[in-house]
């Protein structure tokens, strides 16, 4: 599956961003899909993750309550809502697929990735 990440931007602190994952190539519905984040100097962190149905989601606990994932399996699509961003949200975010039929929070579970999108949360 190939996935391409986009909507990320430059936003002011308690601002919001909604970011969309398109996948193409085998059956969307098949793979549990998460999203990502690297900041510079860091590793990259699991943000969230959503089930092939949809019907099963988990956050970080950094996220919790501002972020949202979400699904549309006939558009091919995952996406992640974030309101009341901060600073520290700024990072590259990820979407990623995974063949686990569960929720999926580690990297090495994941067997495709997007090319990233620039997120920066301006104070």
């Known amino acids: 599956v190939q996935l391409q990440a986009s909507g990320g931007g430059l936003v002011q602190a308690g601002g919001s961003l909604r970011l969309s994952c398109a996948a193409s190539?085998?059956?969307?519905?098949?793979?549990?899909m998460g999203w990502f984040r690297q900041a510079p100097g860091k590793e990259r962190e699991f943000v969230a993750t959503?089930?092939?149905?949809?019907?099963?989601?988990y956050y970080t606990d950094s996220v919790k309550g501002r972020f949202t994932i979400s699904r549309d399996n006939e558009k091919n699509t995952v996406y992640l809502q974030m309101n009341s961003l901060k600073p520290e949200d700024t990072a590259v975010y990820y979407c990623?697929?995974?063949?686990?039929?569960?929720?999926?929070?580690?990297?090495?579970?994941?067997?495709?990735w997007g090319q990233g999108t620039q997120v920066t949360v301006s104070s």
């Open positions: 959503i089930s092939r149905s949809g019907g099963s989601t």
């Open positions: 190539g085998r059956p969307f519905s098949r793979y549990t």
């Open positions: 990623a697929a995974s063949w686990y039929g569960r929720v999926v929070t580690s990297l090495s579970e994941y067997a495709y």
